[in-house]
């Protein structure tokens, strides 16, 4: 490989999932849809809703409840689960270690993106408990960035060129993150996975993830990024 062509595709991106990532919020996620499917008398396992938690909205629906659901409640169902979702806001936290681990790999002159499939209210909103800003990041995406939702690499298409990266690396904790990133086109994506998301190392690493950590703090001191790079 030439000079020119290593250089193409050095990373000098790092994506962050946002929702089961920086902030803990996967299992409100779960029960908020769960009460939503509830509001039509559908009660799907809440472990099946978990498995789904990480998908867009548009994929999660028909995945738990069937095609036929989502051609009739769909869009009921998504509007439903984003108020449960609300009144559930103030209970969430960001991880411990979190804004750190954004600000570790800015230090070592790498563009960040908040890469998230969800609703650019909830990503605001999650700024807000890092203690960060859209101004503090390179690129903040949300649901309306993206006409394909994860697994589709639709959304970190999007954060990569907003945040004017060439090659980038997601840090998520869903087995969608990494399948969307293994969908991104050349030069294409790496995904380095935590697991405060529930879903196994094993199971992460099966779908693509390169490396898998406990939880982002154990990514604050930015050394990660410098075993990828």
Not at 57 to 85: F, H, I, K, M, N
Request: aromatic letters at 6%; a negative charge.
């Amino acid at each position: 490989m030439s000079t020119h062509d290593e250089a193409a595709e050095a990373i000098d991106t790092v994506l962050f999932d946002v929702d089961g990532t920086l902030i803990d919020s996967t299992y409100h996620h779960a029960v908020a849809w769960s009460r939503a499917f509830a509001q039509h008398d559908l009660h799907p396992p809440m472990w099946r809703i978990h498995r789904a938690v990480g998908m867009g909205g548009d994929q999660l629906v028909p995945s738990v409840v069937g095609d036929d659901v989502e051609e009739r409640l769909g869009d009921e169902l998504r509007t439903a689960w984003e108020g449960e979702y609300r009144q559930m806001l103030p209970d969430v936290r960001a991880f411990d270690g979190a804004a750190d681990a954004v600000r570790a790999v800015q230090e070592k002159g790498y563009k960040v993106a908040l890469a998230s499939s969800g609703k650019s209210e909830f990503t605001d909103a999650a700024l807000e408990k890092l203690g960060l800003t859209r101004d503090d990041v390179d690129a903040v995406t949300s649901s309306d960035d993206a006409d394909n939702s994860k697994p589709e690499p639709d959304i970190l298409v999007a954060a990569l060129e907003e945040a004017g990266g060439r090659r980038g690396v997601l840090v998520g904790d869903a087995t969608w993150d990494a399948e969307s990133a293994g969908r991104v086109p050349q030069p294409g994506m790496l995904c380095v996975a935590v697991r405060t998301g529930g879903f196994s190392a094993a199971e992460l690493k099966d779908a693509g993830a390169v490396a898998v950590y406990d939880a982002v703090t154990d990514l604050r001191d930015g050394a990660w990024i410098d075993e990828l790079a």
